[in-house]
């Protein structure tokens, strides 16, 4: 599954048709990063870059121009070096496999900026890359310098961000059907885990099957780091230590999703490690699921991105008075955010290239409106701390969120995550099915 030479063509048509007259692109992919002494950490290219580009190399930068033109500068061909680090495309690759206009061997970086830059209005990079930052102050600066000699440097500097996450945040087929794909082998591997897991593993031990399915349905990655939380571990957000074990009783959280030509999945389920929730585990994780499908009804066209959240919120925070977690009316828990000793983080976010993807939430200061083709996450949770001393102590100490990813239709959302087990009822069923095999 590959996104086409065309439509990365397009893309670069689109963004230099959202900015000014005679602006000029650059922007750089990132450096291979030192893991431990000369050993690197894989190279992932730089999302933005990849999107405009589809180009994977460390150190390369573009320059978009004109109508999308691109100029890539790259690594060059070099039999000895490529003999133990491996391929490189070089310039005459740029050209063939990536449609560039121009390319240039890395060392002629300051020129071909330069060249660039010199007589364009306005300069358009991403603010937050400090090191790119400073590589185009100093040939701005070697402009103005050479003004006698006809130099001419931008004189406006904008901000790639924001235009390039508008574009992200809407997907095209080609980058639905990668989600799909991404989307179902994370499904694989969460059945996986809920097969294979027992009381006495270590967590890492469970992880194990997610990366073993993710890597041999064709994702090298998972798309950020698996979290695989027993008991009150799952009350960390980002637990990834995934280095204890498994307890008979126990709840396991798992947040793990595989990564597929660089777009995102983002699953979590939460099951019993023996196969059959307790009392008060099921009854907070219904209340999760009851969130979850209320939410799910506001993900439609036209909505704001808040309503999801908004209705998670009302169904949880009813549920926890009604469990006599929280007391009070539950307008002013909800005012007063009561509820956030239990739910401290939002129903969703935008998924693509990245897990949290680009994408501003709100324009003017209002929630935005859901539009066909945005792909989000909706994860509604509950997280009883083992210090709540506020709680019954049947509580304390369960943690549970429950995560799919939605693609915005014309006819409501569709779960691209689907056929997952959820229901109480369903993860039993597949658990003991699995028991009984074993
Ligand atoms: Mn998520």
Same mark, same amino acid.
């Given at each position: 599954m590959k996104i086409t030479l065309q439509t990365y063509q397009f893309r670069r048509e689109r963004l230099m048709a959202a900015l000014p007259d005679n602006s000029v692109v650059v922007i750089r992919n990132g450096e291979l990063a030192v893991r431990n002494n000369d050993c690197d950490y894989e190279f992932r290219p730089d999302s933005s870059f990849y999107y405009l580009t589809g180009f994977s190399e460390p150190s390369a930068y573009a320059i978009i121009s004109g109508q999308g033109d691109l100029t890539l500068v790259s690594l060059p061909k070099d039999p000895e070096k490529e003999q133990w680090d491996g391929f490189r495309y070089g310039v005459e690759g740029a050209i063939? $496999?990536? %449609?560039?206009t121009q390319a240039f061997a890395l060392e002629a970086l300051d020129d071909t900026l330069s060249t660039a830059l010199d007589g364009a209005d306005c300069l358009v990079y991403c603010f937050a890359d400090q090191m790119l930052r400073e590589q185009l102050a100093v040939c701005r600066d070697g402009l103005a310098a050479r003004v006698r000699l006809g130099a001419q440097a931008p004189v406006q500097l904008l901000d790639v961000t924001n235009y390039v996450a508008e574009m992200r945040l809407r997907k095209d087929a080609e980058e639905i059907a990668i989600m799909e794909a991404a989307a179902q082998i994370s499904v694989e591997a969460h059945k996986q885990a809920m097969r294979s897991v #027992?009381? %006495?593993?270590k967590e890492y031990q469970l992880e194990a099957e997610l990366n073993y399915v993710f890597m041999k349905s064709g994702? /090298?990655?998972?798309? =950020?780091n698996n979290i695989v939380a027993s008991g009150s571990n799952a009350?960390?957000? +980002? =637990?990834?230590?995934?280095? $204890?074990d498994i307890k008979d009783g126990d709840l396991v959280l798992i947040d793990a999703g595989a990564e597929l030509s660089c777009y995102a999945s983002d699953i979590t389920r939460t099951f019993p490690a023996n196969g059959k929730f307790s009392e008060p585990q099921a009854a907070l994780y219904q209340l999760v699921l009851d969130a979850y499908q209320d939410g799910m009804k506001e993900l439609t066209v036209g909505n704001p991105y808040e309503a999801c959240h908004n209705a998670a919120v009302k169904t949880l925070t009813t549920g926890l008075v009604q469990l006599g977690l929280l007391s009070g009316e539950v307008d002013t828990l909800i005012e007063s955010k009561a509820y956030r000793d239990f739910y401290m983080h939002n129903t969703g976010h935008w998924l693509g290239l990245d897990v949290h993807d680009f994408g501003v939430y709100k324009l003017a200061g209002e929630s935005r409106a859901l539009e066909e083709g945005m792909v989000l996450t909706i994860e509604p949770g509950l997280y009883v701390s083992e210090?709540?001393? #506020?709680?019954?102590? #049947?509580? /304390? %100490?369960i943690g549970i969120r429950i995560e799919d990813d939605v693609l915005i239709t014309a006819s409501g959302p569709y779960v691209?995550? +689907? %056929?997952?087990a959820k229901e109480i009822s369903e993860i039993e069923a597949l658990m003991a099915e699995a028991h009984s095999i074993r």
């Open positions: 063939q $496999e990536f %449609g560039a #027992k009381p %006495g593993l994702a /090298r990655q998972p798309a =950020y009350c960390v957000l +980002h =637990y990834i230590k995934n280095d $204890e210090d709540n001393l #506020k709680v019954d102590p #049947k509580w /304390r %100490g691209l995550t +689907h %056929g997952l």
